[in-house]
């Protein structure tokens, strides 16, 4: 069986959560707590793992997968259906680069670690570095809007009527938004698109709160 | 024609450059330059082309792609040959993810627009912004020689002996490293496989250095 090694409040993990859930692929959790003792993910035991000490990681039989997004397409690659990509070139592309505009130009900067060293290693006071979180949230999350608005391909999700990669990467990103209080209230297609995802079970189950070592 | 804008030393427009190069597509290049006026990247003309005010874009007649990982993707579905991308699940997954550990575990930390943050909104002075800079290059690149020394798969390149998506990133990368004074010394596996990839000249046309707006 899959082991998806994940923490509850990780959005990278939250993202192969959501395509596990898609593709309706029985796997177990591997809770790896990022604020427990010292984090567990730099511990000798899950560098064995993914010696880059990030989540999530994925073990499929002998092989061990990193990167959130490198994990999705491997589980595109191997079980395509339902499809998280579109069939057309243009559309993957576009897909894809909405999800690359979060996972490379927002999730990054608001990554934990970064968070860290700006505290520790910088001095940057807690009100400085909330506004550094929101900045690039805002900033990542305006131009993902100006995408959509822009885009002749429409529907009730990012890319059509089904859910894709880039539905994936942008719910988790939304709950990172909220707990720095983003102001999203000027982003109606991209709240419409959320409220759609939600009532989709794969979506709602592998929410923060709903997991194993939530709390 | 497509067409790319491009700025020299933006590493992720230098991995397209690369991509296009071992595909051998033609194509022209519309420089974009990020340190004149303000940042040509900011202006309406280049917002219509992509809202989110980065490099590089690719326009393939009426379709303008944006995200560096996204285009090359993209490329690789419209232009399989040469491949850019094993053939086996397995590996397409560790040459993805090895090119997302640059992409999104490094290089959104030393992009100029972050960098210009830590001065200008955070008082960073300049000393500090290096050691940020080199931090999260080396944390990166550590991480990148590891997965090389474990992995089962050898060969000239980071995946086997032929050029693939993960050398793509890797030397961009290794170029903004050298440009903050990283100390590489210890990265020999790293070092190697540079050393096969500027012996290309898909990989050494697409040098910063010998661009059209470098300078």
Request: with cysteine.
């Given at each position: 069986m899959l082991q998806l090694y994940s923490y509850s409040l990780s959005s990278?993990?939250?993202?192969?959560?959501?395509?596990?859930n898609l593709k309706a692929l029985p796997h177990e959790t591997v809770p790896i707590h990022l604020r427990k003792e010292g984090g567990q993910q730099l511990q000798a035991a899950y560098r064995a793992v993914n010696p880059a000490a990030l989540v999530p990681?994925?073990?499929?039989?002998?092989?061990?997968?990193?990167?959130?997004?490198?994990?999705i397409e491997y589980l595109e690659d191997t079980h395509p259906q339902p499809a998280l990509l579109p069939a057309d070139p243009a559309g993957r592309a576009r897909v894809r680069a909405l999800a690359l505009s979060i996972a490379c130009d927002i999730h990054p900067l608001n990554n934990l670690r970064v968070l860290k060293?700006?505290?520790?290693?910088?001095?940057?006071?807690?009100?400085?570095?909330?506004?550094?979180?929101?900045?690039?949230?805002?900033?990542?999350?305006?131009?993902?809007?100006?995408?959509?608005?822009?885009?002749?391909?429409?529907?009730?999700?990012?890319?059509?009527?089904?859910?894709?990669?880039?539905?994936?990467?942008?719910v988790p990103q939304l709950a990172n938004a909220r707990r720095v209080d983003c102001d999203l209230s000027g982003l109606?297609?991209?709240?419409?698109?959320e409220a759609a995802c939600q009532a989709l079970p794969a979506f709602a189950k592998a929410a923060p709160a709903l997991q194993s070592d939530a709390g």
């Open positions: 990278a993990a939250y993202r192969v959560r959501i395509a596990l990681a994925l073990v499929d039989g002998d092989l061990t997968l990193s990167q959130s997004l490198a994990i060293y700006l505290k520790n290693e910088l001095g940057v006071q807690d009100a400085a570095r909330d506004d550094w979180y929101r900045h690039w949230v805002m900033l990542g999350l305006d131009a993902f809007e100006a995408e959509l608005a822009r885009s002749p391909v429409q529907g009730a999700f990012c890319h059509g009527d089904t859910p894709t990669l880039a539905d994936i990467c942008l109606v297609r991209i709240l419409r698109i």
